[in-house]
């Protein structure tokens, strides 16, 4: 089993920056691919974010240019670079591990809040 735990979000400006991680209690093997999704109150989850192995990062276009992710194998902890905020990113931004035969992971979610 494999607990992923995010932290790093919180209330920034509009324009500021946040970076949320990912800490997976084990190494994962087997992954096909990681991401983040948001949430907000009566909306559908919506992807923002993923890698998978061989490939190059995708991104939502809505995020497109100001998120960034990454990922460090060595600490077990995928990552969410966030730039140029905007009051319409506000949500909770959720940890998602897919492993191959469909295992789904996600994390407990993270509040981010982007207002003046």
């Known amino acids: 089993q494999v607990q992923l735990v995010e932290s790093g979000g919180g209330l920034v400006q509009p324009g500021g920056s946040l970076r949320l991680s990912c800490a997976a209690s084990?190494?994962?093997?087997?992954?096909?691919?990681m991401g983040w999704y948001r949430q907000t109150p009566g909306k559908q989850r919506e992807f923002v974010a993923s890698?998978?192995?061989?490939?190059?990062?995708n991104y939502a276009d809505s995020v497109k240019g100001r998120f960034t992710i990454s990922r460090d194998n060595a600490k077990n902890t995928m990552y969410l670079q966030m730039n140029s905020l905007k009051p319409e990113d506000t949500a909770v931004y959720y940890c998602?591990?897919?492993?191959?035969?469909?295992?789904?992971?996600w994390g407990q979610g993270t509040q981010v809040t982007v207002s003046s």
């Open positions: 998602n591990v897919v492993l191959m035969g469909a295992s789904n992971y």
């Open positions: 084990r190494t994962i093997f087997s992954i096909y691919a």
């Open positions: 890698i998978t192995d061989g490939t190059g990062p």
